[in-house]
């Protein structure tokens, strides 16, 4: 399979606290997307970093990626109980329009 | 602009049935993904349509069809429902086919339950 992995597959932490979401992949990539998922819900796109890009910000969330060892992160920073939902990478292989998710890591944040 | 709204949100069918459902695209879009998430298996891709043609495919059974129509709404079908069939079926619109630095938008998706 080439659907990626995330880890944690859970993580709680208390509000305020930083939470870091990890993706691997398989093949190298076009560029890779995060997205959040509210229970049973449609995605919600978050954050877009190109390949050649090394990290990005936006808002509370900042964005990794490393092509060397295949993998991105998520930081979302000061974290609010509003962030509890599932977050998922999405990525396409070089040379491929199919675009692939990760298996998606479940945050809950405690008020 | 409206989101990406998708038809029925709820179904309930039984084993040999067959189902279809509908996603209409943000306004604009010509690009519809369609998705299959199970607790299981995750987010897994089904097919992909542009101007009216399938373009990409998931590794799923023939079972699993989909079309396009001129104005960019699509329809799934699964024929021979299984009971490994029941999932959220999101759908997701893009202005144009698979470019990875499109973002896609995602329906509110369809409960299918088969029992």
């Known amino acids: 399979s080439q659907q990626g992995e995330e880890d944690p597959q859970a993580l709680s932490i208390q509000e305020g606290e930083n939470a870091t979401m990890n993706c691997s992949y398989k093949?190298?990539?076009?560029?890779l997307q995060w997205y959040r998922q509210n229970s049973g819900r449609g995605l919600v796109h978050l954050i877009l970093?190109?390949?050649?890009?090394r990290e990005k910000h936006s808002g509370r969330l900042r964005v990794t990626l490393d092509t060397s060892k295949k993998s991105s992160s998520l930081l979302i920073t000061a974290s609010r109980a509003a962030d509890t939902a599932s977050y998922f990478c999405q990525y396409s292989g070089a040379g491929s329009y199919q675009l692939t998710f990760g298996k998606g890591t479940k945050l809950s944040v405690i008020p | 602009k409206a989101g990406v709204t998708q038809t029925p949100r709820y179904l309930i069918k039984t084993r040999g049935q067959q189902v279809t459902l509908s996603c209409s695209p943000i306004s604009g879009h010509r690009s519809v993904s369609w998705y299959q998430q199970t607790p299981g298996q995750g987010l897994q891709f089904l097919f992909e349509y542009f101007s009216e043609t399938q373009r990409n495919k998931g590794n799923f059974p023939g079972r699993f069809s989909g079309r396009q129509f001129s104005n960019s709404r699509s329809e799934m079908n699964v024929s021979t429902l299984e009971l490994g069939d029941s999932a959220l079926y999101l759908c997701?619109?893009?202005?144009?086919?698979?470019?990875?630095?499109?973002?896609?938008?995602f329906g509110p998706g369809t409960r299918l339950t088969v029992l």
């Open positions: 997701a619109s893009s202005l144009v086919m698979g470019r990875s630095t499109d973002t896609q938008y």
């Open positions: 970093i190109r390949s050649n890009e």
């Open positions: 093949t190298s990539i076009n560029n």
